[in-house]
C-alpha cells in the first residue's frame, strides 16, 4: 500500500506548491500569505508520459492546508480515478487519509481504504499509519512505520496482515536527503522471507528554484515520499 506511487510519481513531478500556516513542520517552507484568493497553491498539474496522461486537481482548508487531491488517469483509452481526502484535528496535523476508488468488483470491494495516522503524545512527527479495508467478508488490516533522522522520514517499513496471522515485513524504503533538504537518493527494498534485497535505486537530482508544492514529512503518508522537496526535480 505504501510503495503505491514511489516511482510513477518520479517520473511526472513537475510543478507543485506549498499549504500550511497553522501547523507547519520544520520541513515545510510555506509560501508568504496571500489573501483570500488561491495565490501561489497549486490547483491543477498534468502529467504526460508517452500516450498516458494524469490529471492531479488539488484543494486546500482555510489554513492553505492540503484538504484533497485527485488523479485522473488516462492508458490506453481507459479511465480510472482515484481521490485522497485529507482529515485533520483542531491542530491541523493530519490524521485520517480516505482513498477512493471505482471497485473493482462492487460485490467484492468497499469504496474506499481508509489510512489512520497516529502520534506519540506531544509530538508532530507521526510514527506509524494504518491502513483499513475490506475484501469481501474479511476485514484488512496493513501498517506502515516510519523513523526519523533530524527532523526527516528516512526510512519506511510497510507490514501486511493476513487474516489469521500477524503482521510480516514487506518492504522497506531508505531515503537519504541532500544538503538543501531534499531526498535525493530512495533505496527501496523487498523482502524475501527474513532477507532484505535492494531491489531499486534512484537518484534525484534538482534545481535550486523554490518548489510550488512542498508537503515535507506528510507527502510520505500519499505515498509520493518525493513530495517532501523544498526544490524541484529535474532528473531522476
Same mark, same amino acid.
Do not use: K, Q, R
Given at each position: 500500500m505504501n510503495l503505491r506511487s514511489c516511482i510513477p510519481g518520479i517520473i511526472g513531478l513537475l510543478a507543485f506548491s506549498s499549504c500550511e500556516k497553522a501547523y507547519t513542520p520544520g520541513d515545510i517552507n %510555506?509560501? $508568504? %500569505? *496571500?489573501? +483570500?484568493s488561491n495565490g501561489s497553491l497549486l490547483v491543477k498539474n498534468v502529467t504526460i508520459a508517452n500516450t498516458d496522461t494524469t490529471v492531479t486537481t488539488y484543494e486546500y482548508n482555510a489554513s492553505k492546508q492540503l484538504a484533497k487531491m485527485s488523479e485522473t488517469f488516462n492508458s490506453g483509452g481507459t479511465t480510472s480515478n482515484i481521490t485522497y481526502k485529507l482529515m485533520r484535528d483542531n491542530d491541523g496535523k493530519l490524521v485520517q487519509v480516505v482513498l477512493g476508488s471505482p471497485k473493482p468488483n462492487t460485490s467484492v470491494f468497499t469504496d474506499s481504504v481508509v489510512q489512520s495516522i497516529h502520534y506519540p503524545a506531544g509530538s508532530l @512527527?507521526? @510514527?506509524y499509519k494504518l491502513f483499513s479495508f475490506r475484501l469481501g467478508a474479511l476485514n484488512i488490516t496493513d501498517s506502515t512505520a516510519f523513523t526519523y533522522t533530524n527532523g526527516r522520514v528516512t526510512n519506511i517499513f510497510d507490514y501486511r496482515n493476513k487474516p489469521g496471522s500477524v503482521y510480516t515485513l514487506a518492504g522497506k524504503v531508505e531515503y537519504t536527503y541532500d544538503l538543501s533538504g531534499n531526498m535525493s537518493i530512495a533505496k527501496i527494498? +523487498?523482502?524475501s522471507t527474513i *532477507? $532484505?534485497?535492494d531491489t531499486l535505486t534512484v537518484t534525484l537530482l534538482y534545481d535550486d528554484k523554490k518548489a510550488t508544492l512542498q508537503l515535507g514529512n506528510e507527502a510520505h503518508l500519499l505515498g509520493i515520499g518525493q513530495l517532501t522537496a523544498k526544490n524541484n526535480i529535474i532528473k531522476a
Open positions: %510555506p509560501p $508568504a %500569505p *496571500t489573501g +483570500s @512527527d507521526f @510514527d527494498y +523487498s523482502y *532477507t $532484505a534485497n
